[in-house]
């Protein structure tokens, strides 16, 4: 089972940054659709950032003027940097690949399968 490996996380305040990295061994990576999902507490899974295998990207309106998906097929990797971190971005973050459309990705924050361990971050003062 193709797990991603989740990077990047930490502790930061309300106003800060952060650059959370996925490396997936899913292959070929470069076809694949790839999503940012978080987790916060007591709450469930989401889609925040997508990005399409020819590079065109869509956000969560939460997250959308403060966050950016990118991603390099070289090194199947994809990133997503956070700006402006705000409380309610706290929880662990997840990548995986995506599905065709914005829809297809927000359903596939319900699957069995296919998640790593994620990175956990938290926004605090």
């Known amino acids: 089972q193709v797990q991603p490996v989740e990077s990047g996380g930490g502790l930061v305040q309300p106003g800060g940054s952060l650059r959370l990295s996925c490396v997936t061994s899913?292959?070929?990576?470069?076809?694949?659709?790839m999503g940012w999902y978080r987790q916060a507490p007591g709450k469930q899974r989401e889609l925040v950032a997508a990005?399409?295998?020819?590079?065109?990207?869509n956000y969560a309106d939460s997250v959308r003027g403060r966050f950016t998906i990118s991603r390099d097929n070289a090194k199947n990797t994809v990133y997503l940097q956070m700006n402006s971190l705000k409380l309610e971005d706290t929880g662990v973050y997840y990548c995986?690949?995506?599905?065709?459309?914005?829809?297809?990705?927000?359903?596939?924050?319900?699957?069995?399968?296919?998640w790593g361990k994620g990175t956990l971050v938290t926004v605090s003062s």
């Open positions: 995986r690949p995506g599905g065709s459309s914005w829809s297809e990705s927000v359903d596939k924050a319900h699957a069995m399968d296919g």
């Open positions: 899913v292959t070929p990576f470069s076809i694949n659709a």
């Open positions: 990005i399409s295998r020819g590079g065109n990207t």
